[in-house]
């Protein structure tokens, strides 16, 4: 099983819809969870952050983290063209850091 | 603040040809990260600095080296480029080594080996 799965997509859906991503994980020595979106040709950017399980919420983007299933997901509402990116998640802890392989989102107008 | 900053961002080698990729921050973090990401693949660990003066191997760093110049500065060479070497090249620094903090990318390097 590897360290981390992410489905890589592309995931289409129109303007305004529901973006929901995930991610598994089987190093249970991971506790903390991070998402990064990646525009085309350029560099990763941090997004969302935590370190517990439950939900985090930053303004149109939530990030759920549930330890017992070794789940975590990135929800993202009232979608935006300017959201068309790579997310990609990533974990750390025990001086391991891993990350998915991202998916790629599209939103049409 | 410019944050993490790359040079050069595109560049075409031949076979065998050797550069530097250069790499600086100005956030005044400890820990600097090489990596670089293939279609499929996603991220992969080259080499990472945890702090000046030390580097340790990722999980791909045969055909690289690696020089952590001072604080801000940390770069990557291929000696003898190879087309499998082919890839974007991602720098990244972190205030604390990479069990505990989150990273900051710079823009990366296109790299082409014909």
């Known amino acids: 099983q590897k360290e981390v799965e992410q489905d890589p997509g592309p995931l289409s859906v129109p303007e305004g819809a529901i973006v929901s991503l995930n991610c598994t994980y089987s190093n249970s020595a991971f506790q903390y969870f991070m998402w990064y979106r990646q525009y085309s040709r350029k560099g990763p950017e941090l997004l969302m952050y935590?370190?517990?399980?439950g939900n985090k919420e930053d303004g149109r983007f939530t990030a759920q983290v549930d330890k017992s299933s070794k789940y975590i997901s990135l929800f993202i509402r009232d979608s935006q063209p300017s959201d068309s990116a790579t997310y990609l998640c990533a974990m750390s802890g025990n001086n391991r850091l891993a990350f998915g392989k991202g998916n790629q989102v599209v939103v049409i107008p | 603040n410019a944050g993490v900053t790359q040079t050069p961002k595109f560049q075409v080698l031949k076979t065998g040809q050797s550069m530097t990729l250069q790499c600086a921050q100005d956030?005044?973090?400890?820990?600097m990260y090489w990596y670089r990401q293939d279609p499929g693949m996603g991220l992969r660990l080259i080499y990472y600095?945890?702090?000046?003066?030390?580097?340790d191997k990722g999980e791909v760093p045969n055909g690289y080296n690696v020089s952590r110049l001072n604080k801000r500065e940390f770069s990557l060479r291929l000696e003898s480029a190879a087309p499998s070497q082919t890839s974007v090249y991602f720098c990244a620094s972190s205030p604390l080594p990479r069990s505990q903090e989150t990273q900051y990318f710079g823009p990366g390097t296109r790299l082409l080996v014909l």
């Open positions: 956030m005044n973090h400890n820990s």
């Open positions: 935590t370190y517990s399980s």
């Open positions: 600095s945890a702090s000046e003066g030390t580097t």
